[in-house]
């Protein structure tokens, strides 16, 4: 039961802070963590470096598109 709610809250944080980080609202965050577990084991996941992995991606999309222009 510790461990669930232990996930849970590491889901809510994440969310949290990525939505702080990235200045995006909360249910667009949502929408990014969700499809990034979409594919993943749950039990295996390290929230911690998916918040950076999610961070990465969006950073290196970002200046693409700004190259691109």
Do not use: H, P, Q
């Not at 669930?4 to 667009?28: A, F, H, P, V």
């Not at 969006?58 to 693409?64: D, S, T």
Request: net charge negative; aromatic share 8%; with cysteine.
């Amino acid at each position: 039961m510790i461990k669930k709610i232990t996930k849970e809250t590491s889901y809510i944080r994440i969310i949290n802070d990525l939505s702080e980080d990235i200045g995006i609202s909360k249910e667009e965050t949502k929408s990014l963590v969700d499809v990034a577990l979409s594919s993943t084991d749950l039990r295996d996941v390290n929230y911690e470096n998916l918040k950076e992995e999610i961070t990465t991606f969006l950073v290196i999309n970002i200046f693409f598109l700004i190259c691109k222009l």
